[in-house]
């Protein structure tokens, strides 16, 4: 069966024969830099962040987020990731009663929230190669992901914004959008701006990929108090741990590591995608984000089976995006040596 998420690094090692750590993960999108923060140093001065309960309102943390986006903190309500507060918003859509439309391909995770409170899914498709957007005619809900994945695009504010005047509950999940640099391109377009103007969206950021946080995790949904107090009263009172909100507050402050990563990115994305498209076979799809999703025209299934068994390297198996098939994968970015050894095993395997 082929994973619906990147990152489970111990069941590829049972498959390749090897310890977890021997495991080059290239299915998650990662950061290869963080976290920025000392977590040893940060557990001996703090030890109380593993003894005692945490604030199960997260004000510290909330507090800093809401300064990080110009918003009042009670207008932010982080999570145990930005997967646990999918449950919450397919809860709202359950309310809401009826159809939430998806843009396909489209994260996992959305179907897994949406199927557990019953939520009718209404797909539509994406056209590919381009990954241009379908026509959005309006509905009850939609979930929307910009920097989208697994494509990487990134779409104009501008040009989606008539979807709060067509839906009656619209989701816009910008997991990936720190990886976009520059007030002019990365946050210009994200949504926060519009939340106090529209009572029926939802944004949603997370933590995890940006700073490393993954196993940690951490996420925060944007939206109208009332609607985030609901969640907190429907959720367990200490769904973000104590580490994870002191760790959010810490890599908030963190502008030398934010602004490393952006020039990084850059530079390094140009170059693992020259190498791909100099490889005959496969062709990567320009990216905004810290992922490439790469066309190959042979089957992926025996690049991917080699790649692990005899490199131990993981890439993402794009087969479970039912549009996407057995003719694309998806590699985060990692550091030049590790980008390096990816390019010379996918040499070595692709015909
Ligand atoms: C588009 C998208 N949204 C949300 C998430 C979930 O992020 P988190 O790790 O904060 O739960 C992911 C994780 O891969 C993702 O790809």
């Known amino acids: 069966m082929i994973p619906r998420h990147g990152g489970n690094r111990y069941q590829a090692s049972l498959r390749a024969g090897c310890a977890p750590e021997e495991i080059l993960d290239f299915s998650a999108s990662i950061n290869p830099f963080g976290p920025p923060i000392d977590v040893g140093e940060l557990l001996r001065r703090e030890p109380e962040l593993l003894t005692d309960y945490p604030d199960p309102e997260a004000w510290e943390l909330r507090n800093a987020l809401a ?28 309310r809401q009663g009826g159809a939430v439309t998806l843009v396909d391909p489209a ?21 590919i190669p381009e990954f241009d957007l379908p026509a959005l005619p309006g509905g009850i809900g939609l979930i929307l992901n910009n920097p989208h994945n697994p494509s990487g695009r990134l779409f104009v504010r501008k040009q989606l ?9 619209v989701l816009v999940d910008e997991a990936f959008l720190d990886f976009v640099p520059g007030q002019e391109t990365g946050e210009t377009e994200s949504f926060i701006p519009l939340v106090a103007q529209y009572p029926n969206l939802v944004v949603l950021r997370s933590l995890t990929k940006f700073y490393s946080l993954a196993g940690i995790r951490l996420g925060y949904a944007i939206a109208h108090p009332d609607r985030l107090a609901r969640w907190q009263a429907w959720r ?17 402050a963190q502008d030398d590591f934010r602004l490393k990563t952006l020039a990084w990115l850059q530079e390094e994305r140009a170059f693992l995608s020259t190498a791909i498209e100099n490889i005959e076979g496969l062709t990567p799809f320009p990216s905004t984000v810290n992922f490439l999703l ?10 991917k089976e080699k790649l692990l068994k005899r490199d131990h390297i993981l890439i993402r198996h794009c087969g479970s995006f039912e549009l996407l098939g057995d003719a694309y994968f998806r590699i985060s970015i990692r550091t030049r040596a590790h980008n390096h050894q990816l390019i010379d095993a996918l040499k070595a395997h692709v015909s």
């Open 67 to 94: 300064k990080h986006h110009g918003v009042d903190p009670d207008w932010i309500l982080p999570g145990n990731g930005a997967a646990e507060l999918l449950t919450w918003m397919a809860r709202d859509f359950n």
């Open 107 to 127: 994260f996992a995770d959305y179907e897994r929230a949406l199927d557990s409170f019953e939520v009718p899914i209404l797909r539509q498709p994406m056209t």
């Open 161 to 169: 914004e008539s979807v709060l005047e067509d839906y009656d509950l």
């Open 236 to 252: 367990d009172p200490w769904a973000v741990n104590a580490l994870a909100q002191r760790l959010g507050t810490l890599v908030l």
């Open 294 to 303: 790469v066309h190959s025209n042979s089957s992926i299934h025996s690049i």
